[in-house]
């Protein structure tokens, strides 16, 4: 199995610009979520997914939309790029209690480093 | 509302010392609580959950419900150990809160 991937690793973009970040589990979970890292914030996450066909909002999901067509891809889109979302983004899977999971650790992708000029 | 707190930023401890990274949280229910790492440049990882009571890289955390407390404690810090750590919390709900995380730094 190749866990949680994301593409791409690194990425410049310049503001006004957009781009979707990629996520893929080969693990068959149904529980993803996406988190942008920034230095004193920790972990914030930005939109979550407990299966397909259901997403909600994070604590920051502004500027971002995110969609889930199947169980694997959780891509995260940015329409219109900011400055203010430069940050390391990583996107998460693990069994979600609705599909009756019972261990709920989460597995983390490699992270995306974008940068926003 | 649902809160997790770690309240240092960065500790340093030296090489041999004991370690211990403070985690509170808020909560009405019973939750799920996690340690997560971060090594340099490398994704995030679990280190523990509560419900195992295990000691992973001779790390252990113990849930105090009377003081909604999960430290995480080493009796001898290794320079291998430097690293940001995460508490995390998972309720009834599968809502996820993590702390603002804390860097461990280890003196040599």
């Known amino acids: 199995n190749a866990g949680v991937t994301q593409t791409p690793k690194f990425h410049i973009l310049k503001t006004g610009q957009s781009m979707t970040l990629q996520c893929a589990q080969d693990?068959?979970?149904?529980?993803l979520s996406w988190y942008r890292q920034d230095p004193g914030m920790g972990l914030r996450r930005i939109h979550y997914?407990?299966?397909?066909?259901?997403?909600d909002k994070g604590e920051v999901p502004d500027g971002y939309n995110v969609s889930r067509s199947n169980t694997e891809d959780f891509p995260l889109r940015l329409e219109s790029a900011a400055p203010s979302q430069t940050s390391v983004y990583f996107c998460?899977?693990?069994?979600?209690?609705?599909?009756?999971?019972?261990?709920?650790?989460?597995?983390f992708g490699p992270g995306t480093r974008l940068t926003v000029t | 509302a649902q809160r997790v707190t770690q309240p240092e930023k960065l500790l340093s401890v030296f090489k041999g010392a004991p370690v211990e990274l403070k985690c509170n949280y808020s909560?009405?229910?019973?939750?799920?609580l996690f340690w997560y790492v971060q090594y340099s440049r490398q994704r995030l990882q679990l280190l523990l959950r509560?419900?195992s009571r295990e000691s992973i890289k001779g790390f252990t955390a113990d849930l105090n419900k009377g003081e909604t407390s999960f430290h995480l404690k080493k009796p001898f810090a290794q320079e291998e150990d430097s690293a940001m750590y995460y508490c995390?919390?998972?309720?009834?709900?599968?809502?996820?809160?993590f702390g603002k995380g804390t860097r461990l730094h280890i003196l040599p």
């Open positions: 693990m068959n979970h149904g529980y």
């Open positions: 995390a919390l998972r309720n009834r709900d599968d809502k996820i809160i």
């Open positions: 998460a899977s693990s069994y979600s209690r609705l599909a009756g999971g019972t261990t709920y650790e989460q597995y």
């Open positions: 909560y009405s229910g019973s939750p799920e």
């Open positions: 997914s407990v299966a397909a066909g259901i997403t």
């Open positions: 509560h419900i």
